[in-house]
């Protein structure tokens, strides 16, 4: 299976996770391909500490194939500099990657003008290739509302309409600026967003989006829960909208399955650290997704196939693991399935 979206930590932050560690967890829940996001510590925003993540990662000689994204900032020419790197080290270098909202590692591009730069940016360099935004608008932000013992609230200060707005801008403003690459909207969280996505579709944007296991299996009530730390940008959010989501799985009508994967310690999570380790909640919904009808086809679409497709990978078998135990794999068995502490989370 191939997992687009994953924070691997390492270097300044190996006590939170190390490529080798990351990569072991992978494999073992079935994921044997990886899309890294670049707000490590340092940030991969720049040749050096690009070049050294792939030499990292290919010294451990994992069976996990290993793509990095880009990070993606205001200055001109850092733009241009990734977009040559993007060109020269594909598919090492798998796309870029923008933040339209702050999220963990500060950096948010946050102003449509910011945005409208490197999108015309973009288009004037020629770049045809994947732009994976994390999309939430900084202006509906409410800080105010958020209780820090009460990781529910979390949906409250980072409302729906933040990213319903931010989807909508950088639709608009790909429009204007002449964006001829593919927008891949991560971790949607949000049905409303993903009608926004299905109209520039049908419209002949490139774009896509992808559902994390934790926004398709887990509500904000689940976050209620202190002892889950089920708290992540963008929230979990109300029981309808995570219904909506897994039923849109279930329909095809999202392009994959992300994990979001972004392990903290225990200690930064108390301190209100946003992300938790995913790799077994993919094996989770895979298995929710399994009982509720979904066919090998649809499956094999959500966990690789059509990312190969969009990201211009050279086209390969997606192993599903297990497939025929996950088919009666008990809830209890389910949630020890294998190592990390999304399995902690509670299955509906």
């Known amino acids: 299976m191939i997992d687009t979206h994953v924070h691997l930590r390492d270097w300044q932050q190996q ?18 391909e990886v899309f890294d996001m670049p707000n490590t510590q ?46 020269a080290l594909f598919p090492s270098v798998i796309g870029l990657k923008l933040f339209a909202g702050h999220s963990t590692g500060n950096m948010g591009l ?20 994947v732009v994976a935004v994390h999309c939430e608008k900084e202006s509906l932000l409410h800080p105010e509302l958020e209780d820090p013992l009460d990781y529910s609230t979390h949906s409250l200060a980072r409302p729906v309409a933040a990213e319903v707005e931010s989807v909508s801008d950088q639709i608009r403003i790909i429009k204007e600026c002449g964006f ?15 009608h926004k996505i299905e109209a520039a579709k049908a419209e002949g944007m490139r774009i896509s989006c992808a559902v994390t296991p934790h926004h398709a299996l887990l509500s904000s009530e689940d976050a209620k829960d202190h002892d889950l730390y089920a708290k992540m940008n963008p929230p979990l959010r109300s029981e309808t909208e995570r219904s909506s989501l897994f039923a849109a799985l279930l329909d095809g009508r999202v392009d994959w399955i992300e ?15 946003c992300g938790i380790p995913g790799f077994s909640g993919m094996v989770l919904l895979v298995k929710k997704l399994i009982e509720q009808g979904a066919s090998h086809a649809l499956l094999q679409q959500l966990l690789g196939e059509k990312a190969h497709q969009i990201y211009g990978l050279e086209k390969r078998e997606i192993f599903i693991p297990a497939y025929d135990e996950l088919q009666g794999l008990s809830d209890k068995s389910a949630a020890s399935y294998p190592f990390d502490s999304y399995a902690k989370l509670r299955l509906r």
């Open 15 to 32: 006590n939170k996770e190390t490529l080798a560690h990351g990569f072991e967890v992978a494999y073992a829940c079935g994921v044997d």
């Open 42 to 87: 340092p940030a991969l925003t720049d040749e050096e500490h690009i070049l050294k993540r792939i030499a990292d990662a290919a010294s451990l000689r994992s069976p996990v194939r290993y793509h990095l994204y880009a990070g993606l900032t205001s200055d001109e020419k850092q733009i241009t500099k990734v977009v040559q790197l993007a060109k």
């Open 110 to 129: 946050v102003g449509e003008d910011l945005q409208s730069f490197v999108y015309r940016k973009l288009a004037e360099l020629d770049y045809t290739g």
């Open 180 to 194: 001829k690459g593919h927008f891949h909207v991560c971790h949607l969280s949000s049905i409303e967003a993903l």
């Open 259 to 273: 994990t979001d994967h972004a392990p903290h310690t225990l200690e930064d999570k108390e301190k209100g650290a």
